[in-house]
């Protein structure tokens, strides 16, 4: 069985520009979820999706967006980078609606904004 | 709201050593979950196991065991003959009623051959 995929594996932006990051869930699997891995701050959840809507957020600006498409995969948009958007862009899938259910990693995407 | 605290930064062990990595938590939910992964170099994060706050026993897979301890707020992870393959950063992580999944800041795990 095929786990979560994201693409890019890299993405080089310069400042100002906009940033597209995409996720594909585990087949079944109907929520998604976004994590940034900057240096020195950990692992910071973005974006919580399941069945197309958004579910919850983290303490990020609204340049920071995304959706979830009827096929459950997911788009995550990165609008005006900032240099300390610099990071590993994980995202997650899992049942969805299940207290507790794993949440299962993807390889990230790493964005680097020069 | 949740707290996941690794106090361990970085651990450097000789092969076959036991090593034992922290993890304590903080939350007012009666009902919680906690985590592990593994994320080695490649940067994937690996799910290692999964508890519930109503299942204390401790478990064993292979090399790898846990131990929770509600009384002590505290689920450490216990790897047994330590190897070179172990080498990795490996997170806590616990989820409450928010569904948001709140991690520690990892401990860096570096086993020498």
């Known amino acids: 069985e095929a786990g979560v995929t994201q693409s890019p594996t890299h993405l080089i932006k310069t400042r100002g520009q906009q940033a597209t990051l995409r996720c594909s869930p585990i087949s079944g699997h109907t929520s998604v979820y976004w994590y940034q891995q900057a240096l020195g701050l950990g692992l910071q959840f973005l974006l919580w999706y399941d069945e197309g809507e958004e579910r919850n957020r983290g303490n990020f600006p609204p340049r920071f967006s995304g959706r979830q498409f009827p096929n459950y995969s997911s788009e995550l948009n990165v609008n005006a980078l900032e240099l300390e958007d610099s990071a590993l862009y994980l995202c997650?899938?899992?049942?969805?609606?299940?207290?507790?259910?794993?949440?299962?990693f993807g390889p990230g995407t790493r964005l680097t904004v020069l | 709201a949740q707290k996941v605290t690794q106090a361990q930064t970085e651990i450097s062990v000789v092969e076959k050593e036991d090593v034992t990595l922290d993890c304590v938590y903080e939350t007012r939910d009666t009902t919680y979950y906690l985590f592990w992964y593994k994320q080695p170099p490649s940067g994937e994060l690996v799910f290692l196991i999964r508890?519930?706050?109503?299942?204390?026993q401790n478990e064993i897979s292979g090399r790898y065991s846990w131990n929770f301890q509600k009384s002590t707020s505290s689920f450490n992870f216990t790897i047994t003959a330590s190897q070179v393959v172990d080498s990795a950063v490996y997170f806590c992580a616990m989820k409450g009623g928010s569904e948001k999944l709140v991690f520690g800041k990892g401990t860096k795990l570096t086993v020498n051959p």
């Open positions: 997650a899938s899992s049942l969805g609606r299940v207290d507790g259910d794993t949440q299962y």
């Open positions: 508890r519930n706050s109503f299942d204390e």
